[in-house]
């Protein structure tokens, strides 16, 4: 009994157990989400707040985690304030898990007694985003699943079952059938002899608009097509006004001049449309303009009203009072849009569901009325 416990023992401790742990472990660290950085300051900011050092801080967090991407992370900051680098620094080592925003807002604040702060207000912004960005995604996902849903049973009405009602039809001499049953036999037909060089056209048309959209061309395309959708369009136009205007209220609050704060905006929003705008505000700051030189012709991103209270901030010297009134404005009118959007886009998917239902039933009971018609005869 001893000798078998022993060979269980042995086993669990084998090379395919370390395989599998080892397997775990490296897919915990490409793990490291939105939620676990928000957790990462929020923690470290907190230790810090209670007097605690920031190497034992993160020693701490290095111990008491069980996400083998935060272990990984807080190891590796460990290791560079060994060698007496800085917070910043190792974080700037680490892009994988932190971005350009995260390592200049850090490395402004880390110098003051302020670190603390400036990691709860990251949190906070990456909170808040990550709200907003779970919400403005949930508005889309019902109407995309209707959408899904109504092709996957249009195409299994056509491929499936209308043939077999139509062969019925074929059994009867001289029936004529309704325009209605006629277009969607042509249809049915047409899907039925046709589906292999819809499907790969189809595939071909995936492949070909995917290499198109991952061009930097291809992606501002796409950007203002999504602009142009109404309800949809607005509520990503104010989404990414209120990501633009909290980005840059945290960095001119961290001290930083208009000249930082827009090169980190610019590295921040990953769209090609605001990279072209921010390039646009680069050059008229380095030519000692204002920032209301280039917003005001940036009305299909930056709406008219915002420009002229950009424009009231910059000439009173007080741009972050000015960024708080839009953000006032723009955060109630974002969530007002996004639940509206919800109500909305769901009733029009239910009324064009709804009429390709009933444009089907009209078909098939045009058919049988003429079955009947013809069987009285």
């Known amino acids: 009994m001893v000798e078998k416990q022993q060979d269980i023992h042995e086993y669990s401790a084998g090379p395919i157990d370390s395989i599998i742990v080892s397997t775990l472990q490296s897919m915990d660290r490409g793990s490291f989400w939105t939620k676990d950085k928000i957790l990462f300051f929020k923690e470290l900011a907190y230790l810090l707040k209670w007097g605690i050092s920031l190497f034992a801080a993160i020693k701490l967090i290095w111990d008491s985690s069980e996400n083998y991407a935060l272990q990984e992370i ?59 960005k779970n919400k403005y995604i949930g508005a889309l996902i019902y109407p995309a699943i209707l959408i899904v849903v109504a092709i996957v049973a249009v195409l299994a009405l056509f491929l499936l079952v209308l043939p077999n009602i139509f062969s019925i039809a074929e059994s009867f001499q001289n029936l004529q059938l309704p325009w209605i049953t006629r277009t969607l036999q042509s249809i049915s037909v047409f899907l039925q002899t046709q589906w292999k060089v819809i499907f790969w056209i189809i595939a071909w048309l995936t492949l070909l608009g995917g290499i198109f959209f991952s061009t930097e061309f291809g992606k501002k395309n796409r950007f203002k097509v999504l602009l142009s959708i109404p309800m949809i369009g607005t509520m990503t136009k104010y989404f990414y006004i209120v990501k633009f ?43 000692w303009e204002n920032i209301y030189k280039v917003l005001q012709y940036e009305t299909e991103l930056i709406p008219p009203d915002v420009s002229i209270m950009i424009k009231v901030g910059e000439e009173s010297a007080n741009l972050s009072n000015s960024l708080d009134n839009i953000l006032e404005m723009y955060q109630e009118d974002l969530n007002t849009i996004i639940m509206r959007s919800s109500k909305i886009i769901e009733p029009v998917m239910l009324i064009f569901v709804g009429w390709i239902v009933v444009v089907i039933a009209l078909g098939i009971f045009g058919l049988i009325l003429q079955i009947m018609e013809w069987s009285g005869m």
């Open 74 to 132: 807080s190891r590796n900051i460990s290791a560079f304030l060994n060698r007496w680098k800085s917070f910043s620094y190792a974080l700037n080592r680490l892009p994988d898990y932190f971005d350009a925003g995260d390592y200049s807002l850090i490395k402004t604040w880390e110098m003051s007694w302020e670190l603390p702060l400036i990691l709860q207000s990251l949190a906070t912004e990456y909170v808040y985003i990550k709200d907003m």
């Open 245 to 287: 205007c909290r980005y840059m209220k945290l960095m001119m609050n961290a001290g930083m001049n208009y000249i930082q704060t827009f090169q980190l905006l610019r590295d921040i929003l990953h769209i090609p449309a605001y990279h072209e705008m921010i390039e646009r505000v680069l050059v008229w700051l380095n030519k």
